[in-house]
């Protein structure tokens, strides 16, 4: 490092004597100027008259641009022009016209003392040891009456401690901390002015606003030496603009805690509750990926935002399970095992009442084309036909013996199909002719149809005997088709029940979800809009 400073002071002392200036301009007088200044100036000596003073350097920032917030890696990126300004008594002139008037000079940073700044807090890895605040090749402007100004315009990345708790309506304080390097306060004394930081020419950011910074002073005591060692910490206070954020991010997951509601809203045996569920599950599961990869991996404190998504899905996933038990209930429905009395009174008589669904309606409403009713209708029809046979009974019995012709004709199914009222056990038949319309009263055709005896039965052709044994048969199959298709009464009433149970247990999931999603939406989400 001495060897590149002398290096550069004997370029500018070469500068002067390979390119005079005889004349006795501007340009004369600067020459002169500079010759004198520093003929006998050493810069490794500091600018104080006597060795137990202090120099004091003014130091201030002008901050022009947040370049980056690196949420991840808790590291923002700025852009800043910093001011030093401290009195060297040699550095003296008086601008008469000796010198032109000259009041200031413009000579390289290396050429004079500087102090030894640096950037305390730095998190670049991109210099080779400490990060000092000096530039090679720039320069300083030295005033006559010993003033010296250096400017550095420098791209600062220093670490900032990320509070995430209100993700993504945080604030954000970060600092920015400069000290001297080898320099105690009783050597060199730092000082911040009133307004030592400045945003006169800072650029916007889109994501983050800076509603306040401030400077202050820090003074710091080693354990290695008893002196003392002044810091300036410049406080930024970075707010998130929160719109990004809040489209992308906050609505999606509050529309799929909303769709939770649906999966209660569908149809109580619908196969398609459990996947929408697990589909809703597995959509949070991927915004909390998501946000994962945006926020810092700490475990000092949890964001709103992350607690909200947990407890969306632990929702859900309570709704799949309750889910899996609402289609299990359906399942219950196929008549075999009755719904218990207990559960009849709670959920029937109030739940229901509650909810709003008519559930007396529901459990006592009969179901049409039972078998139990078409047995009634039918026994209801015979007794009936049968007072009416036994006024004309003996007149059948004379028709009967004058026709020639007795026989059985078969069941109550089979004679309701001919068309023909029953009495009794017997069944008689009138015809006035073989091929003529009959009138019949039979009890069992089934039964009796082959073995009828009839004086005339030689008279019946075989088309005749093949309709009537396929008449049969086909009443036979009729009857088996009705036992197997038809349900019992009792089974329709306990399917019925199932039905009704699983209904309410719906509706009362989908108020219980309602109200759990309102509440823990409202008291998670307005902890983060209040902040």
Known sequence: MATRTALYAFHFLAVLHVFPVTSNGHAAAEDTLLRELFSHYSKAIRPVMNTNDSVPVTLYMTLNQLIDVDEKNQIITTRVWLYQEWNDSRLTWQPTNHYFGLTSVVVPIETLWCPD???????????????????PGLTVTVYSCGKVVQVVPAIL?????????YFPVDIQHCEIEFGLWKYADRQVKLLLPEDGIRLANFIANSEWDIPDVRGRTMEKVFIATPDSYTSIIFDLTISRKPLYYTVNLILPCVLVA???????????DSTDKVNLSVSLLLTLY??????????????????YITVYLIFNMVLIGISVAMTTCVSILC?????RSSVPILIKVVFFKVVAK?????????????????INLYRRRNEKTTKLENLKIEESDLTLDRESHTSGLDFPIGNSSTARLLDVPVVGEQCHASYNCIMGKPRRYCPDLSRHLHGFKCPQRHMRTAKERKVENNTTRIVKYMEILLKRTI????????????????????????????????????GILSRITDY
């Open 286 to 303: 991927v915004f909390s990926i998501l946000l994962a990869e945006l926020l810092p991996p700490t475990s000092n404190m949890i964001p």
């Open 157 to 165: 990345r220093t670490p900032c401690n990320m509070d995430i708790t």
């Open 487 to 522: 349900p019992e009464e009792k089974t329709i009433k306990i399917q019925t029940e199932w039905k009704l149970l699983a209904t309410i247990i719906d509706r009362l999931l989908l108020v219980f979800f309602t109200l759990c999603t309102l509440i823990g939406g409202l």
């Open 354 to 370: 509650l909810l709003f669904i008519d559930a007396s309606f529901i459990a006592t409403k009969d179901p049409p084309n039972n």
């Open 117 to 135: 700044t640096a950037l305390l807090n730095s998190a670049d890895d991109h210099f080779e040891g400490f990060p000092r605040i000096v530039v």
């Open 331 to 335: 399942q219950q429905s196929s008549g």
């Open 258 to 268: 909303v769709l939770t509601l649906v999966v209660f809203a569908l149809p109580s």
